[in-house]
Each structure stands twice: as structure tokens, then as C-alpha cells.
């Protein structure tokens, strides 16, 4: 018996040394199924110099070129492996400057520079050199995924050609160990209902809607301050060439319009729509043709034109249709002041939105189909981002607006909309960020602070936002009508983490990082943001103090916010989160700018809430007590549905594995499911089991992954209704 057991603990021992299979990329070929996306001058199958075999790689790493071997379908999990290797040849020259990227989704998620890992420390004339990357050193390379290598140039010069072989990632012989840390729930405090219309989207394809089945869609942006309802078109702004666009067929107006079929097809699924209603007072001309704000003929050179932007030229661009800007070219009309045209004529593209009209648009609405359905609810917000008018509209509005203009033009419309359709809900002001919850435009303009100012200073020094609450209740207490009924603000982390576009759908490891970390600007007061702000945000408790200070009855909404590109993995998991906190922080309807692109990542994030069981099954019921043993780590949320099911959320942003043991306030006796997604792992049930007890135990949850636990409903659940002392 003692031999049999020696000989058993020998053989275990020789297993534990097996050197593990590694993950070959490129050897003698690229691995099967890999896309050759290379930019440069390059072979695949370059027969001198080989390191090994009978092929290697041949480049030219000039002016940033590279050679990129990806296959988006195949997700390769960092923590698999414990290391990078591969060969490069410096050809006749050496010395070259070359830079080693990791993708996922063709975004980078590693960026290293080969030169610091190569042997001798750097690339060699004539001869093979190894490069080993050790992704325990470099310790943000233990999260996540990728599907991408590329090798480029890293001088942004012309360099001497290169050669690369025998690619591999090297497995683990041990997996990453996974840390300990608690998860603790409590159902008697801190409960509060949540409203699932936080699970929100702007706009999104008719076709995920049907799957998903958003609560609320709203139509906004910047395009929405100027539109003809009747005659279904819309002025494109700052963003496009300030341009009168047409939508639609222009057919069966205005019952056929873009808008009417976007509210239709969401209510067809039980979602809500939110309408923008312009507050500016103007609206393109309704004649659905195509026109523009600064005419080149008219107002002189300009810095760019629409076909300007194309290389080749479409025959529908308008090399007339100038972008407003002259700082950069000779422009003597006399509408050429300090880079900008000005004073032109706002009758090029605009004629006047009265009240009347907008009444006739909101009883156009509530005669549709449907509308006045029961569970319908008709939604309308106050124009979009009026504080930014004399940027994104500065066409028709180049004057910073002020306090009062905001107010008084916001307030004329919504007295508008609820003469038309008394059961409306309105939204205003909608601002666009961090400045304007303080202070107006024209504080801003004026400078140096975008928080304070003259204009600020003569509405007693009153934040924006809590001057205007203010000025919704009184108008409530002096007519009987409250001119809006949410508060209605948008945010974006700032700091190159939104994900709308350029450096800011980075998903390297330390913009990752800072990603994940600045969701606490929307709650915690002990953050100070890694941006341009430099303050301690806590958003959330700071709306609802200046709400319950100065006018208790509204709602707050977050009607745009963004948290990362949508097939970025720290953008999903910041956009999953980031409900989570929505619903701690008792916000009242959130929607998302824009809906995530179908099948992305980010998509997988509200699948999470509005689908997790592919059943439509949605995360619902009241807020409770979640609190984490490393907040830093591990987020942890739950959501108690009255005699229904216990939802516990958890996020762990750490590079690795957690063993997460979640404790209960009560006992609960029944089947459990777990469900989970990472960058890796889509969305699915990954284990399921019985508890019989106060206590569970998750192990080796992955870095960076979304977990949702689904327990049975607690014995004493029902019991937590009179929670408030009531009988």
C-alpha cells in the first residue's frame, strides 16, 4: 500500500512539471483561421532567414506600418497563459523600433514595446534575438481577452526590414490564484424600489428593440433642437455642415413621419418614447430640401466644405456647404471675424417654432394609435444640450445662452405641451455635463470657470441646476401646474473613458482601469475625478440633495451618458455596472446615448437586465443593502423581488480571479442560477445549485466579468413590505 501511494505521488509530481501546450500564432504559417490585416509590406511566408522550420515573416516597419494576425471569433483568455515569446531578426540593419499590440475587436488592449523585452535589448543585425513577455510582470496582462497580434513600427520612420518567427503564448503550468473577498447582503436596509425604465436606450434598431424590449427609447441629440414635424425633416447642427436634412419618404406626412414610426415600433414592444421638443424657437424650413447654414458663395471662403471631407467625392456633397470656420483661409466678405463666420442669415435654413405650433405637434401625437393606451406614458424633453446652443446651433444661435433664457423659453414650451396633453411627462433641462450644472454659457464664455460667474452671481449664487428646480416649483405653487416633471441631465465621464470615439475607445490596461474607476464619480464623495474636472463629482447625491432641497416632487432622469466603446470589455462592464449604481442611487429612467450596437459586447450588458434567461426575464424589484469587502474590486448590488426572486449583482473589475463568498441577511432554501459575462465568456447560465442556508461561495470568478447571482425569495421577504414601520 505505502509503494502503491509513493509511486502515485510520483507521477502526480512528474505531471505537475509537464510543460503545458502553448498557443502557437505563427509557425512556419499563421495559427488556422487567423485574418491577415496588415498594413505594410509584408510576406507570410518569407523562406530566409527562418529562426525554426521553413517560414518566417518578412516586414517593413516603416511610418507606424505593422502586420496584424486576428480572428474575432476565437476569444483567448489573457489568464491562460503565463507568457508571450517570439523571435526577431533585424535583417542587415538591426536596431529597429518595434511596438507589440494585443486586440480585441480591433481595439488594442496591450501596447508594449518590444524593445524592452528583447534579449540583449534590442533588435540584432543578422541574427534571431528572443522576446519574452512575462504577463505576471506586466500585471495588467491577467485580465480579459484577445483575438489580435500586431508587430509595427514604432519610430514613425523608415526603418530596415524585419523578420519574426515561432509566435507562441506559453499556458500556465499553475492558474492564477484567486483572492478571497465577501459580498454581504442585507434585505431590511436601505430598500427602495427601482425603476426599470433606467434600463434605457437613445434611439437603437427596431430589430434589437423587438428582442430586448427597451423600456424607454428616446429620440434626442443634436439634430433634434431643429426639426419640421410636419414636413419630417431635421438640421444636422455643428455636427454635419449645419445642414436641412429630409427624413423619411416624405410621403403620408405628417402620419408617416420617422418620428411617428419610432414611437409606434417602440410601444409595439411595451416601451415608452421620450420626444424632443425644440425650445429655440426655430425650425428648418419645411420645403425637404437640402440646405445649409454658411454658403461659401454667400459668406466667403471657409476652412472646410462637405466635399471637402470625402476622398473620392460623392455627387450628392455640396462643395458650397462650408463648416463656419475661416481661421485658416483668406476671407475679406466681412463675415470672417476672429475664425468664424458671423452674422449670417438665419433665414438660409430657419423659420420660427411658435407655441402654437408645437401645441398642434403634441395633439398630432396624442391622436396616433396607441397613445392613449393604458400604461402608455407620453414623454417629452425640453430640447437637447441648450447650453451649448451657440456651439452646436451657433448658426442660428451664437450668443452663450443665460439662466433665464434657458428657463423662460424651456418653461413656454412645457406650458405648451401640458395645455395640449395634461397627462405628459416633460423633461428639461436636459444639460450636457459637468459645467452646466453650475452656471450658464454665458458665464462660461466669459471664463476662467465654467462653474461660476456674473451670470451665476445674479441668480444668487445658485447652481444652475438648483436654480432651475427651484424656479419648476414655484411656477407649480403660483399657476397649479408643474412645467416639468424630471430633472433631466447628461453625463460623460471625462478623460479619454466615454468610448465615443478617437482616444477615448481606448481599452488598454490603464485607460481600462480609470475606466472602471471613475463610475464613482456618479456616487461616491470621496472621488476625485481623473479628468479635466479635478473635483469630487458624486453626481447622483448631488442632484437629489438640490432636488430634495428645492423641489422634492421631480424625478430624476439621466437621458444621455456613455462608459466605453461597445466592443470594448471595460466599456461592458462599466455600462453593466453603471445600471447597477442607477438603481442603488434611486435614479428614476436612464437611456443610454446611443442604444449599443447589435451583438456587441455592450449589448450584453443590458441583456444582462432585460434578458439574462433568454426569456425577456428582467433584474426588477427593490434596492437593498450590497456591500462589498473590497470595494475597490468587487461591486456588489441586489435587487429583492417581493415574493419573487433575490438578484445579486457582481462586478469584478480585479486583473483576476476572486473567490467570492456572498452572505445573507435571512436564510433562503431553494435552486439557484448563476449567469455571467466577460470578454471571453458571452452571456450564460454557468452554474446552478441549491442553498440551504445564510451563506454561498462563487470561486474563481474571472477578472473583469459581470456575475449575476439569481437566488430563491427569502422565508421573511414578504415581511420587508411594512419595512417603513407602517401597519
Known sequence: MLRTKTWLILILLLAGVTEAAPLIWYADAP????????????????????????????????????????????????????????????????????????????????????????????????????????????????????????????????????????????????????????????LAVNRRPVDPDIYGVNFGSDAQHVDLRYPVRRSGGNSTTRVNWEADSHNTAFDYFYQNIADGSGTGLPGNSTINQFIEATRAQGGDAIVTIPTIGLKPIGDRIKRWGFSILKYGPQDSNECAIYNPQPPWCSADAGNGECANVVNNTGFCSNGLIVGNDIADTSVALTTGNIQSWVGHLLSRPGATAPGVTRMYSLDNEPMLWNSTHRDIHPVPPTYDEVWMRGRDVAVAIKTADPAAQVMGPVTWGWCDLFTSAADAAVGPSCIDGQDRQNHGGMPFVEWYLQQVCAHETQTGIRPVDYLDIHFYPQGNVTGLGGASDSELPDDSARRLRSLRELYDPSYTSESWIADQVQLLPRVKAWMNARCPAMKLAVTEYKWGPDRGPSGALAQAEALAIFAREGVDLATRWVAPADGSLSETAFRLYLDYDGQNTRVVGDSVQALSGNPNELGVYALDQIGGHLRVLLFNRATAPRDITVNLSSALDGGYQVYRFDAAQPLAQIASGTINGSSLLLTAVPGRSASLLVLPASAGAASQIFANGFE
Not at 50 to 59: C, D, L, P, Q, Y
Not at 146 to 157: L, W
Open 31 to 186: 495559427r488556422a483561421g487567423l485574418i491577415d490585416g496588415s498594413w505594410t509590406d509584408h510576406d507570410l511566408a518569407n523562406t530566409t532567414p527562418v529562426h525554426a522550420g521553413n517560414r518566417s515573416i518578412r516586414m517593413e516597419p516603416d511610418f507606424w506600418g505593422g502586420v496584424y494576425l486576428y480572428n474575432q471569433a476565437e476569444k483567448i483568455r489573457f489568464d491562460a497563459y503565463q507568457s508571450l515569446t517570439l523571435w526577431v531578426h533585424g535583417g542587415s540593419s538591426g536596431g529597429q523600433r518595434l511596438e507589440l499590440l494585443l486586440t480585441y475587436e480591433g481595439l488594442n488592449v496591450a501596447s508594449l514595446n518590444i524593445n524592452s523585452f528583447i534579449s540583449g535589448g534590442a533588435v540584432a543585425a543578422n541574427s534571431w534575438r528572443q522576446v519574452t513577455i512575462p504577463f505576471d510582470a506586466v500585471t495588467t496582462l491577467t485580465h480579459g481577452a484577445f483575438d489580435g497580434v500586431i508587430v509595427m513600427d514604432f519610430s514613425g520612420n523608415n526603418q530596415g526590414v524585419v523578420y519574426l518567427d515561432d509566435l507562441q503564448f506559453n499556458e500556465r503550468a499553475v492558474p492564477l490564484a484567486a483572492t478571497a473577498v465577501t459580498a454581504t447582503v442585507n
